[in-house]
């Protein structure tokens, strides 16, 4: 009887812990899918059906909207610009990163904790008390309008995090495994190269996604840097988009914030695996 009022307590200790766990899960993903799934049917919906129907399916499903976007004038140039920038905001930001990260973690000079928090500045600071100051600079220095200033923008945004991210993943690595690595002769950029980054490329990937993803969506920096239309990116133009249709086709405007998000969820799908491994790692260590 003991064993079996013993199996009866463990089954509700389950049973309960299932739903304390699951159902704030539930709750979560149907909170967060919805809204998703309402832009993606809408976008195969004509604009008055979105109007005047009352169900969530389409009637008559169309690839009008995604259409309209792909021959929009300067679709082309907007998804090369988020690209590019995207690109070079996310190569560098990590190069410099992975440097200064290894620094961090490996070599124990004065001041090292205080400069680490200091990194957190440009983080910590709004960015909309940033674009003021950051628009007479740029201004002054003639690269408003220009690939530059979103360079130099997003990689100093970008670089705080992914320092610090890296620092961790370093840190937890033992030193006598480059300890090993010196006595056979590797120097630091080898022992970086063929010790360190291949144990830590978890902690790279992350970093590496949590970059893109920055770049790709941020709108503050380029929305007062950029004013002409041949240098928007894609979330830019997706805020511009209302002004320039004159006309709320929410068809369209759905179609265009689809193509606009689908790059970055491939990117993330492609590399789902690399980020749990990074956070489950990370937990442990």
């Given at each position: 009887?003991?064993?079996?009022?013993?199996?009866?307590?463990?089954?509700?200790?389950?049973?309960?812990?299932?739903?304390?766990?699951?159902?704030?899960?539930?709750?979560?993903?149907?909170?967060?899918?919805?809204?998703?799934?309402?832009?993606?049917?809408?976008?195969?919906?004509?604009?008055?059906?979105?109007?005047?129907?009352?169900?969530?399916?389409?009637?008559?499903?169309?690839?009008?909207?995604y259409k309209t976007v792909l021959s929009m004038r300067g679709f082309d140039q907007w998804l090369f610009n988020s690209v590019f920038v995207t690109?070079?905001?996310?190569?560098?930001?990590?190069?410099?990163?992975?440097?200064?990260?290894?620094?961090?973690?490996?070599?124990?000079?004065?001041?090292?904790?205080?400069?680490l928090l200091l990194y957190l500045v440009p983080r910590i600071i709004p960015r909309v008390s940033l674009i003021v100051p950051l628009n007479n600079?740029?201004?002054?220095?003639?690269?408003?309008?220009?690939?530059?200033?979103?360079?130099?923008?997003?990689?100093?945004?970008?670089?705080?995090?992914?320092?610090?991210?890296?620092?961790?993943?370093?840190?937890?690595?033992?030193?006598?495994?480059?300890?090993?690595?010196?006595?056979?002769?590797?120097?630091?950029?080898?022992?970086?190269?063929?010790?360190?980054?291949?144990?830590?490329?978890?902690?790279?990937?992350?970093?590496?996604?949590?970059?893109?993803?920055?770049?790709?969506?941020?709108?503050?920096?380029?929305?007062?840097?950029?004013?002409?239309?041949?240098?928007?990116?894609?979330?830019?133009?997706?805020?511009?988009?209302?002004?320039?249709?004159?006309?709320?086709?929410?068809?369209?405007?759905?179609?265009?914030?689809?193509?606009?998000?689908?790059?970055?969820?491939?990117?993330?799908?492609?590399?789902?695996?690399?980020?749990?491994?990074?956070?489950?790692?990370?937990?442990?260590?």
């Amino acid at each position: 009887m003991r064993e079996r009022g013993g199996l009866i307590d463990g089954l509700h200790y389950r049973l309960g812990r299932s739903v304390l766990i699951g159902v704030p899960l539930a709750i979560l993903v149907i909170w967060t899918t919805i809204p998703i799934v309402w832009a993606v049917l809408a976008s195969f919906k004509d604009p008055l059906e979105i109007y005047e129907s009352n169900t969530l399916l389409p009637a008559n499903p169309s690839l009008d909207a995604y259409k309209t976007v792909l021959s929009m004038r300067g679709f082309d140039q907007w998804l090369f610009n988020s690209v590019f920038v995207t690109v070079v905001a996310t190569i560098v930001p990590l190069a410099i990163s992975i440097l200064a990260a290894y620094g961090f973690s490996r070599y124990a000079f004065r001041f090292r904790h205080i400069l680490l928090l200091l990194y957190l500045v440009p983080r910590i600071i709004p960015r909309v008390s940033l674009i003021v100051p950051l628009n007479n600079l740029m201004s002054d220095l003639g690269l408003v309008n220009t690939y530059w200033v979103l360079f130099i923008t997003y990689t100093a945004s970008a670089i705080p995090l992914a320092t610090w991210i890296l620092v961790g993943f370093f840190g937890s690595i033992p030193k006598e495994i480059e300890e090993s690595a010196t006595i056979d002769g590797a120097n630091m950029w080898n022992r970086l190269r063929r010790v360190i980054l291949p144990i830590a490329w978890p902690g790279v990937v992350t970093a590496g996604v949590l970059c893109i993803r920055e770049a790709w969506n941020e709108f503050a920096f380029v929305l007062a840097l950029i004013n002409e239309t041949d240098m928007r990116t894609l979330p830019y133009q997706l805020y511009m988009l209302k002004d320039s249709m004159g006309v709320q086709d929410y068809a369209v405007y759905n179609a265009f914030t689809i193509l606009t998000v689908l790059p970055l969820l491939i990117v993330y799908l492609l590399l789902e695996r690399r980020v749990v491994d990074s956070i489950v790692s990370g937990a442990v260590k």
